[in-house]
């Protein structure tokens, strides 16, 4: 494979250079009915799950079809939702905040057929490639972290975890008898690329063996007060060690007691690894909002402490975040969101319709506010 | 046939939901036979490679990734993530993987020229594999060597006019809902707002100059699509003033069943069937301020009294719409639990205008005093919101020159250890104990 130039030339890094342009602007790429009707919409519905219609002040309609898809996306997938775009759609998309993809035409006649041919098409191995849903009392498209195909600190895989709990919840990505929406997140470690903390629903990846030292290593790759400073915890401090041939060498010694599992010395000291088969696994938390609507945003709560990792298809993960959805489902009003759910009903039902167990892990020691989280009452159900 | 056995990640090719798997295979497929005659700068079994790698991952319940590495383009401290393998003897292809993020478009709209340019440059530079889209918002290039990096900037700002985006502790990618494009409860334009404070700030942006990361969030309403509240250090949720907009005849509209007026604009279209809609049961009795109520056939709102939640709106959007003195709430300081535990977001400025036509200056001049004060106390790999917990909300109220009203807060404190300031109290602190013992022997 030749070198191609695009026109860079290394030697003269500044000749010609263009920066700080930002992104491309929105408008250019509008659909001419949202062009059109932009800040003029009367209302919208929902025809049925994944369909919607925008129907301007001018009476003119936007119609839309949400579907689902990986996060990862290859070009030749890119590609390919080009090609439906130009076939139905005057060439022109979007992508929502949860990874959706969706097609806009501007009239009824145009919707069934676009349906069609998103329903027809499925990947070698027999998924859909395009499946219709994520709108309204249902659940939508979960949005995730990289995990083992891109990261150096998760402590499991986000695609695959993610991939398990679609297949699983896929009905309901398809349907809307919810009681409200239902966002389901993850990330693969606690540093959250992916702010998972106020999700209906929250996978997330955990560590719980702290790091170990490389002591051999650590001075030659490492910035020792770096790999100090690091630490969230203060766990980590400079130390001398002796080797095994009898060598001392300047490395660090790590409280263990005091790590919190974060990753952030991994980050800074390729010498501190802290991934390991059995330590690491899943956290469940649920019962987090951002929605203003009725209640006001609240936090995801951890109700599963630890499971291990499962690969491929993550089964004791899919099983009791089955379970949360069923009670969920079964008992909750109209438009209660599943935090308003197990506050109205108190969590100390919740354990109880979701067959989850309670330990002491999920009471809160963290700092000041895990005051905030004990019952201080006498109102509690048996 | 395949260049690594994959059994655990060919299980995950089964079932409806969209497989990452077998995308992978594809376009490994698709770089093998190289039909379109791509004269690809990095491995072309780069993907065979991955899947190789995530393979052993699934094998061992451990990422095969090393820690970062600085790698970039020229003049800027980020929009570049440097990604090493550490087996790269067994896969090669995926020795040096680096990320590279690209400013999205506001509202993540685009049109199939412009993204076929993406995936042609990123065919050719790259991995062909992205994220539409990472987490904070951003195309993410997946993959990619150490002298791509360069090019890949170089064909993007020349011949596609686009920018890389933000990573490290600087601002991050503005990111916002699609707003007033297409929805009907947008207070404001989410996606000018966005487009012109990431143009504003693009120094801020490319060039790492803050304790730690900034993030913008704008969701143009209280349904908070983009989770602002919960994840960026200024969110801005649009918000107003005057009253909610009743249409009474089309509130009779859903008291009556009509099939063009669904509860929840048809949200609840399902298999569930939950009865005729009720509006008393679904729309007043579940207003959180217990401020609106049926006189007759006409529905009553106390807008003085409503905290615009969005339930009745969302409920019955054709007969009720938000009101026409727009604007936006700021609030500040949200971010994921690291360290100190989880922060949302906490009311600045209950109301904003929004105003292109002086630039958003009221927006502007909070930005950059709060920006001031950070970058003055923050402490290295601080967020704004723990800053606001050390030196507290009233410090923030201070710098940003904003009056202390009862809408900062859920309640007042339950504490009365109040730390007065001397000019606060009369007559200063200075006191003369001689005069004092004149009238209180020792």
Same mark, same amino acid.
């Given at each position: 494979?030749?070198?191609?130039?695009?026109?860079?030339?290394?030697?003269?890094?500044?000749?010609?250079?263009?920066?700080?342009?930002?992104?491309?602007?929105?408008?250019?790429?509008?659909?001419?009915?949202?062009?059109?009707?932009?800040?003029?919409?009367?209302?919208?519905?929902?025809?049925?799950?994944?369909?919607?219609?925008?129907?301007?002040?001018?009476?003119?309609?936007?119609?839309?079809?949400?579907?689902?898809?990986?996060? /990862?996306?290859?070009?030749?997938?890119?590609?390919?939702?080009?090609?439906?775009?130009?076939?139905?759609?005057?060439?022109?998309?979007?992508?929502?905040?949860?990874?959706?993809?969706?097609?806009?035409?501007?009239?009824?006649?145009?919707?069934?057929?676009?349906?069609?041919?998103?329903?027809?098409?499925?990947?070698?191995?027999?998924?859909?490639?395009?499946?219709?849903?994520?709108?309204?009392?249902?659940?939508?498209?979960?949005?995730?972290?990289?995990?083992?195909?891109?990261?150096?600190?998760?402590?499991?895989?986000?695609?695959?975890?993610?991939?398990?709990?679609?297949?699983?919840?896929?009905?309901?990505?398809?349907?809307?008898?919810?009681?409200?929406?239902?966002?389901?997140?993850?990330?693969?470690? /606690?540093?959250?690329?992916?702010?998972?903390?106020?999700?209906?629903?929250?996978?997330?990846?955990?560590?719980?063996?702290?790091?170990?030292?490389?002591?051999?290593?650590?001075?030659?790759?490492?910035?020792?007060?770096?790999?100090?400073?690091?630490?969230?915890?203060?766990?980590?401090?400079?130390?001398?060690?002796?080797?095994?041939?009898?060598?001392?060498?300047?490395?660090?010694?790590?409280?263990?007691?005091?790590?919190?599992?974060?990753?952030?010395?991994?980050?800074?000291?390729?010498?501190?690894?802290?991934?390991?088969?059995?330590?690491?696994?899943?956290?469940?938390?649920?019962?987090?909002?951002?929605?203003?609507?009725?209640?006001?945003?609240?936090?995801?709560?951890?109700?599963?402490? *630890?499971?291990?990792?499962?690969?491929?298809?993550?089964?004791?993960?899919?099983?009791?975040?089955?379970?949360?959805?069923?009670?969920?489902?079964?008992?909750?009003?109209?438009?209660?969101?599943?935090?308003?759910?197990?506050?109205?009903?108190?969590?100390?039902?919740?354990?109880?319709?979701?067959?989850?167990?309670?330990?002491?892990?999920?009471?809160?020691?963290?700092?000041?506010?895990?005051?905030?989280?004990?019952?201080?009452?006498?109102?509690?159900?048996? | 046939?395949?260049?690594?056995?994959?059994?655990?990640?060919?299980?995950?090719?089964?079932?409806?939901?969209?497989?990452?798997?077998?995308?992978?295979?594809?376009?490994?497929?698709?770089?093998?036979?190289?039909?379109?005659?791509?004269?690809?700068?990095?491995?072309?079994?780069?993907?065979?490679? /991955?899947?190789?790698?995530?393979?052993?991952?699934?094998?061992?319940?451990?990422?095969?990734?090393?820690?970062?590495?600085?790698?970039?383009?020229?003049?800027?401290?980020?929009?570049?993530?440097?990604?090493?393998?550490?087996?790269?003897?067994?896969?090669?292809?995926?020795?040096?993987?680096?990320?590279?993020?690209?400013?999205?478009?506001?509202?993540?709209?685009?049109?199939?020229?412009?993204?076929?340019?993406?995936?042609?440059?990123?065919?050719?530079?790259?991995?062909?594999?992205?994220?539409?889209?990472?987490?904070?918002?951003?195309?993410?290039?997946?993959?990619?060597?150490?002298?791509?990096?360069?090019?890949?900037?170089?064909?993007?700002?020349?011949?596609?006019?686009?920018?890389?985006?933000?990573?490290?502790?600087?601002?991050?990618?503005?990111?916002?809902?699609?707003?007033?494009?297409?929805?009907?409860?947008?207070?404001?334009?989410?996606?000018?707002?966005?487009?012109?404070?990431?143009?504003?700030?693009?120094?801020?942006?490319?060039?790492?100059?803050?304790?730690?990361?900034?993030?913008?969030? *704008?969701?143009?309403?209280?349904?908070?699509?983009?989770?602002?509240?919960?994840?960026?250090?200024?969110? *801005?949720?649009?918000?107003?003033?005057?009253?909610?907009?009743?249409?009474?005849?089309?509130?009779?509209?859903?008291?009556?069943?009509?099939?063009?007026?669904?509860?929840?604009?048809?949200?609840?279209?399902?298999?569930?069937?939950?009865?005729?809609?009720?509006?008393?049961?679904?729309?007043?009795?579940?207003?959180?301020?217990?401020?609106?109520?049926?006189?007759?056939?006409?529905?009553?709102?106390?807008?003085?009294?409503?905290?615009?939640?969005?339930?009745?709106?969302?409920?019955?959007?054709?007969?009720?719409?938000?009101?026409?003195?727009?604007?936006?709430?700021?609030?500040?300081?949200?971010?994921?639990?690291?360290?100190?535990?989880?922060?949302?977001?906490?009311?600045?400025?209950?109301?904003?205008?929004?105003?292109?036509?002086?630039?958003?200056?009221?927006?502007?001049?909070?930005?950059?005093?709060?920006?001031?004060?950070?970058?003055?106390?923050?402490?290295?790999?601080?967020?704004?919101?723990?800053?606001?917990?050390?030196?507290?909300?009233?410090?923030?109220?201070?710098?940003?020159?904003?009056?202390?009203?009862?809408?900062?807060?859920?309640?007042?404190?339950?504490?009365?250890?109040?730390?007065?300031?001397?000019?606060?109290?009369?007559?200063?602190?200075?006191?003369?104990?001689?005069?004092?013992?004149?009238?209180?022997?020792?």
């Amino acid at each position: 494979m030749a070198f191609i130039s695009s026109g860079y030339n290394p030697a003269k890094p500044m000749e010609n250079r263009i920066s700080d342009i930002g992104p491309r602007k929105y408008d250019e790429f509008y659909p001419e009915v949202i062009k059109k009707n932009k800040g003029k919409w009367s209302h919208h519905e929902i025809l049925e799950p994944g369909v919607l219609v925008h129907v301007g002040e001018s009476g003119d309609e936007c119609y839309t079809v949400r579907v689902g898809g990986a996060r /990862l996306m290859s070009t030749t997938h890119i590609n390919e939702i080009c090609e439906i775009a130009d076939k139905h759609c005057d060439g022109h998309l979007r992508f929502t905040t949860r990874n959706n993809i969706e097609f806009m035409v501007d009239s009824k006649d145009k919707v069934e057929p676009l349906k069609n041919d998103l329903k027809s098409r499925k990947f070698a191995g027999g998924s859909f490639k395009f499946p219709i849903g994520g709108t309204g009392a249902g659940v939508t498209n979960i949005v995730h972290t990289q995990g083992w195909i891109h990261c150096h600190t998760p402590a499991t895989d986000a695609s695959g975890t993610v991939k398990a709990t679609m297949d699983e919840l896929f009905s309901d990505f398809q349907d809307q008898r919810l009681p409200a929406q239902l966002r389901v997140s993850m990330a693969c470690c /606690l540093n959250m690329c992916g702010a998972v903390h106020c999700s209906d629903i929250a996978i997330l990846g955990y560590h719980r063996k702290p790091p170990m030292v490389d002591h051999e290593y650590l001075d030659k790759l490492c910035e020792i007060p770096l790999a100090v400073s690091a630490c969230p915890t203060a766990a980590i401090k400079p130390a001398k060690v002796t080797l095994a041939n009898g060598t001392e060498v300047k490395s660090v010694d790590v409280k263990s007691e005091r790590c919190m599992f974060c990753g952030n010395c991994y980050t800074m000291c390729p010498s501190l690894p802290l991934a390991d088969t059995e330590g690491d696994g899943i956290v469940l938390m649920a019962g987090g909002k951002v929605s203003n609507r009725i209640s006001q945003p609240k936090f995801s709560k951890v109700v599963v402490a *630890f499971l291990p990792n499962e690969m491929p298809r993550w089964p004791s993960m899919t099983d009791a975040i089955n379970k949360m959805v069923n009670a969920y489902s079964n008992g909750a009003n109209k438009y209660e969101r599943l935090g308003d759910w197990a506050d109205r009903i108190g969590w100390e039902k919740f354990f109880e319709v979701c067959e989850l167990d309670f330990s002491h892990h999920l009471i809160d020691d963290f700092r000041q506010q895990a005051y905030l989280s004990w019952r201080q009452s006498s109102q509690f159900k048996f | 046939m395949a260049k690594h056995e994959t059994p655990f990640l060919d299980q995950l090719e089964s079932g409806p939901w969209p497989s990452f798997v077998s995308d992978l295979k594809q376009q490994a497929e698709v770089r093998a036979k190289n039909e379109a005659g791509v004269e690809f700068q990095i491995p072309v079994d780069c993907v065979d490679d /991955l899947l190789g790698v995530v393979e052993l991952s699934y094998k061992h319940g451990r990422t095969h990734w090393k820690h970062g590495g600085i790698v970039g383009v020229f003049g800027y401290g980020g929009g570049v993530i440097g990604r090493y393998c550490d087996q790269p003897k067994l896969f090669p292809g995926v020795e040096h993987f680096h990320t590279m993020r690209v400013a999205q478009p506001c509202g993540k709209y685009y049109t199939s020229d412009y993204l076929r340019s993406l995936t042609k440059l990123w065919d050719m530079r790259g991995s062909g594999l992205t994220n539409m889209h990472g987490a904070t918002g951003d195309i993410i290039f997946l993959g990619t060597t150490t002298p791509q990096l360069e090019e890949v900037f170089w064909e993007l700002t020349h011949n596609l006019n686009q920018d890389l985006g933000g990573s490290g502790s600087n601002l991050r990618t503005p990111a916002d809902c699609l707003g007033s494009s297409r929805c009907e409860y947008a207070c404001y334009d989410s996606n000018a707002l966005c487009h012109f404070l990431t143009n504003e700030y693009q120094d801020e942006l490319h060039r790492p100059a803050f304790p730690y990361k900034f993030k913008f969030k *704008f969701d143009a309403c209280p349904n908070g699509c983009v989770a602002s509240i919960a994840r960026s250090d200024m969110s *801005f949720i649009g918000t107003w003033k005057d009253d909610i907009k009743i249409d009474q005849a089309e509130v009779a509209k859903y008291i009556a069943q009509d099939p063009a007026y669904p509860a929840n604009a048809g949200a609840f279209r399902g298999s569930k069937d939950w009865g005729p809609f009720d509006i008393k049961k679904e729309v007043i009795n579940l207003c959180p301020t217990n401020c609106m109520w049926m006189e007759g056939d006409e529905l009553k709102i106390d807008n003085s009294n409503c905290t615009r939640c969005m339930h009745c709106i969302n409920t019955m959007p054709r007969a009720l719409r938000i009101g026409d003195v727009r604007g936006c709430s700021v609030l500040v300081g949200a971010k994921a639990p690291i360290l100190d535990g989880a922060q949302m977001g906490s009311l600045l400025v209950p109301f904003i205008e929004v105003n292109p036509d002086d630039d958003y200056a009221a927006i502007t001049d909070l930005i950059e005093l709060i920006w001031d004060w950070w970058m003055e106390e923050g402490k290295n790999r601080e967020r704004l919101g723990e800053l606001i917990m050390r030196q507290g909300f009233q410090k923030l109220l201070e710098v940003t020159n904003i009056k202390a009203v009862p809408q900062h807060v859920q309640h007042p404190r339950t504490n009365p250890y109040i730390f007065w300031k001397e000019d606060e109290v009369d007559g200063g602190w200075e006191r003369d104990v001689d005069e004092y013992r004149k009238h209180h022997l020792r």
